[in-house]
């Protein structure tokens, strides 16, 4: 499969996690934004050392991963990227960090084993945390949310509007691919004589593309404003979910702290 | 570049979301003297563009590997810099929500260390190489290139000071930098060259949808100006001299650090009259010694000396480009 069309099912596969029934899909997304947030601002205000106060928060996306029935498939995929970025920034830490931190059955853990191993939990929480974010809430509800802190209009509307022509501009570009590919085979990637000529042709059809978006728009009674709506407003339950988990979270760093 | 949440502090990523929440404040106060309605659908499309487009292998002659064009780049110099900022902080929203491509914490980092640098030193560049007078082949070609080297340079200088300061990695700082900046450099060189292909490829077939060309033989309506663009550099001059200045290492430097192995001091004094009467001329003159006020060593007088070393620079900068003009005019 290609990287393209690998993209698209990737995107396809979210928006139907999103889209399934599920109490944690039912939660308002502001409180979920805001537990997510809180959960990575905890998650990476630990110490490089302080491996066991890492390893309790886990309990957050343990009781979420189970209980919300969240599948790991795709998760696993997307931590292959990050992970590769964290450990060749951790895997240098032993060379340089040799102080004896403890022993473990007469091994000596330095400083830099632990603190490797540390950044790698973190990096391992962050990925699950907004992947638990993503896969339960659409895109549509995360732009609500953002309008609703405040973040400036334009913005989310641009974000919106970038989501929403991706999957057709992939696909634009798989066709593309797809057709050179046929005509050059053998040839690994675009040569350098066709990259001005391919993708200056896509950026034209693209530019096309906007202004037909822009006349339908405005036949559809485009005033600037895009009216961004959530499912139900947020509930007692929306609440307690995030007063829970937050008591849970500062709990356990300020246990950790002590 | 994409910064992973794991590799900020809460302080760092907090400071970067700041700034970067700045630039775009600028940004969006900056585009509505723009025709917004129809620029709008134009930034959506072209955030997606620029998506897709970086999915595709753009194959570099005799290396056998490939490279990716420039979004910050592209986008400013089709929509502008402060339209191409917000489109590319969409664009790293996005990859970082649905693809694990960077963290949501680091997102003010990431905005800042790739769309800041690639649209605003991007598109400054643009603007003043190609945009800014008569547009020509070459001249595009040499601002795409110095653009994205420049944005790529900057941005992983970026990654490196901000990793550090978070204390993720154990690595010596000459060793950071000297692993990023020159794989970034030869990065920089490629997207540029596809860049430049691209926006060649635009100007022969349908110049006017570059920046800035429809304006060439008539007003600077659209473009930044130069106040903007001063007043720009000048708040991020600021920000960089006022409050990144405050984390500065208290330790020594690398050049120090040697003197002190080899001499066993980080001080070396010489002796002669010249060397004397040249030490109390600068007694006299340096008004921040060793960078903080003569009396203190607290971090308002550091982040205050940053303050001030901002200015100064950005004084003698504007002082010798006025002169290079003025030579450049007399010739």
């Known amino acids: 499969m290609s990287r393209i069309s690998d993209a698209i099912s990737e995107l396809h596969k979210l928006d139907m996690e999103a889209d399934k029934p599920g109490w944690l899909q039912g939660i308002h997304p502001l409180p979920k934004l805001f537990v997510t947030v809180l959960f990575l601002v905890i998650t990476v205000s630990f110490g490089k050392y302080e491996l066991s106060g890492l390893l309790k928060l886990g309990i957050y996306l343990i009781v979420l991963f189970v209980l919300g029935d969240i599948s790991v498939k795709l998760l696993l995929k997307r931590m292959k990227v990050v992970l590769a970025l964290v450990c060749l920034m951790g895997i240098v830490n032993p060379f340089f960090d040799r102080r004896e931190m403890l022993l473990l059955g007469g091994f000596a853990v330095t400083g830099g084993m632990l603190s490797a191993a540390t950044l790698m939990l973190k990096g391992v929480y962050a990925v699950s945390a907004s992947y638990l974010l993503i896969v339960t809430t659409s895109v549509e509800e995360i732009c609500y949310a953002l309008r609703r802190l405040h973040v400036p209009k334009l913005i989310v509307t641009v ?99 002590g | 570049m994409h910064m992973a949440d794991a590799l900020v502090s809460p302080a760092v990523a907090g400071t ?49 590997s490939s490279g990716h064009l420039c979004g910050g780049m592209l986008l400013s110099a089709v929509l502008g810099p402060c339209a191409g900022f917000l489109t590319m902080i969409a664009i790293l929203a996005i990859q970082c929500l649905l693809f694990a491509d960077g963290g949501l914490l680091a997102l003010g980092c990431n905005v800042w260390n790739m769309a800041f640098y690639g649209c605003f030193v991007g598109g400054f560049l643009i603007w003043r190489m190609a945009a800014g007078r008569k547009m020509t082949k070459g001249r595009i070609t040499a601002a795409s290139v110095i653009g994205c080297i420049a944005g790529l340079q900057l941005g992983a200088f970026s990654v490196t ?61 659209g473009r930044m100006s130069r106040k903007g663009t001063v007043t720009a550099l000048f708040a991020a001059a600021l920000v960089i001299g006022g409050v990144v200045s405050l984390f500065a290492s208290g330790y020594p430097d690398g050049l120090e650090w040697s003197m002190e192995k080899v001499a066993g001091t980080t001080e070396l004094f010489a002796r ?60």
């Open chain 1, 159 to 257: 974000l919106m509007l970038v989501y929403r022509y991706i999957i057709v501009l992939l696909k634009e570009t798989e066709r593309m691919t797809e057709a050179y590919a046929l005509r050059a085979p053998g040839q690994r990637g675009l040569d350098y004589k066709a990259w001005g000529t391919f993708a200056g042709q896509l950026l034209l059809r693209s530019m096309d593309r906007a202004q037909t978006v822009y006349d339908s728009m405005m036949l559809r009674g485009y005033d600037g404003e895009f009216y961004l709506r959530c499912k139900r407003a947020a509930g007692r339950g929306d609440y307690l979910y995030a007063a829970v988990w937050s008591a849970v979270l500062l709990f356990v760093r300020a246990g950790s702290a």
């Open chain 2, 16 to 64: 970067m979301y700041a700034v970067s929440a700045a630039a775009a404040a600028y940004s969006v106060k900056e585009i509505k003297l723009e025709d917004l309605d129809r620029k709008v659908p134009a930034m959506g499309v072209m955030g997606a563009f620029v998506f897709a487009a970086q999915m595709i292998n753009f194959t570099i002659p005799g290396t056998g």
């Open chain 2, 161 to 221: 000071i901000e990793t550090l300061l978070s204390g993720i990695t154990e690595l010596p700082f000459a060793v950071f930098i000297g692993m990023m900046q020159p794989i970034h450099l030869a990065i920089g060189l490629v997207e540029g060259l596809i860049t430049a292909a691209v926006l060649v490829f635009i100007y022969e077939a349908r110049p006017e949808i570059l920046y800035g060309y429809a304006q060439e033989d008539g007003g600077s309506s």
């Open chain 2, 272 to 331: 002669g009259n010249v060397y004397q009467l040249a030490e109390r001329l600068q007694g006299i003159t340096a008004v921040l010694p060793d960078y903080a006020f003569k009396t203190s060593d607290s971090a308002a007088g550091t982040s205050f000396s940053g303050i001030v070393g901002g200015i100064v620079v950005l004084t003698a900068c504007f002082f010798i480009c006025v002169l290079i003009k003025k030579v450049k005019r007399s010739k």
